[in-house]
C-alpha cells in the first residue's frame, strides 16, 4: 500500500531544498534575512527528509 502523502504533509523534495540552502550559502549569509532564511530552510529541509524516509519505510515493508 503507498502512503498517503496528504497526511504526511506537503512538502518540497530535500533536494530541491538543499540546493535552495546551498545557493544561499553561496551568496552569503551576512545579507539582511539570509539567516532567518537560511533556519527556515533547515527546518523544511528537516521535514522533507523525514517525510522521505517515511515513505521509504512504507515503500520496503509493502
Known sequence: MSPDL???G???PSAVVNAEIRA???GGLH???ARAR???LVEEWTRAVAVE???GD???AA
Open 31 to 33: 545579507r539582511v534575512g
Open 6 to 8: 496528504a497526511s504526511l
Open 10 to 12: 506537503s512538502v518540497r
Open 38 to 40: 537560511y533556519a527556515e
Open 58 to 60: 512504507v515503500g520496503e
Open 53 to 55: 524516509r517515511r515513505i
Open 24 to 26: 544561499l550559502v553561496q
